[in-house]
């Protein structure tokens, strides 16, 4: 595994930017999809390759979100609530969000190795980030809303400025 890979450069450096940082926590809290598959989404989008659906769903990137990542930020979520009556629990909630985040580096090193010999389509970076977020999309059972495409859309436009 490898953990410095081009796919964390990629997320550090797009969701260091407010807006696509925005557009993420929208589209996970409001609509249930998640961030580090939606940097996938656009990452393999900047290097034109199609998301491969099947391949994600019995990966071990897949596998690790389910065990180690929900499981830890649902643990965070639960602290930062009690964190509010209790502040001597600052700490634990901080090293609390930093397991996630190494947790997530992880993930998307999984996902960095799953996608690595994916072959590259020709499609343009506009056109393949679209059609990778509604495959993740349809692959999770959501239904695309007005609200939720206008979010999208906004995501896919800052990516290309920034990423």
């Not at 071990?60 to 990542?69: L, N, R, V």
């Not at 930093?98 to 996902?111: C, I």
Request: net charge negative; glycine share 2%.
């Amino acid at each position: 595994m490898q953990l410095q890979n081009p796919l964390w450069a990629f997320a550090l450096k797009v969701y260091s930017h407010s807006e696509i940082e925005q557009c993420c926590l929208a589209l996970q809290n409001d609509f249930g999809m998640n961030i580090n598959r939606l940097l996938f989404a656009a990452w393999l989008a900047t290097q034109h390759k199609s998301i491969d659906v099947a391949l994600l769903r019995h990966s071990q990137a897949d596998y690790w979100q389910k065990s180690m990542t929900h499981p830890l930020r649902a643990l965070r979520y639960q602290l930062r609530e009690l964190r509010r009556d209790e502040s001597e629990l600052s700490m634990l909630y901080d090293a609390m969000r930093n397991a996630e985040l190494e947790a997530e580096k992880v993930e998307l090193a999984y996902l960095y190795q799953l996608a690595e010999n994916w072959p590259q389509v020709v499609m343009t970076s506009e056109v393949l980030i679209v059609e990778n977020i509604e495959k993740l999309a349809s692959a999770k059972s959501v239904c695309i809303k007005t609200t939720q495409r206008e979010l999208l859309a906004s995501f896919g436009q800052q990516i290309l400025l920034v990423g």
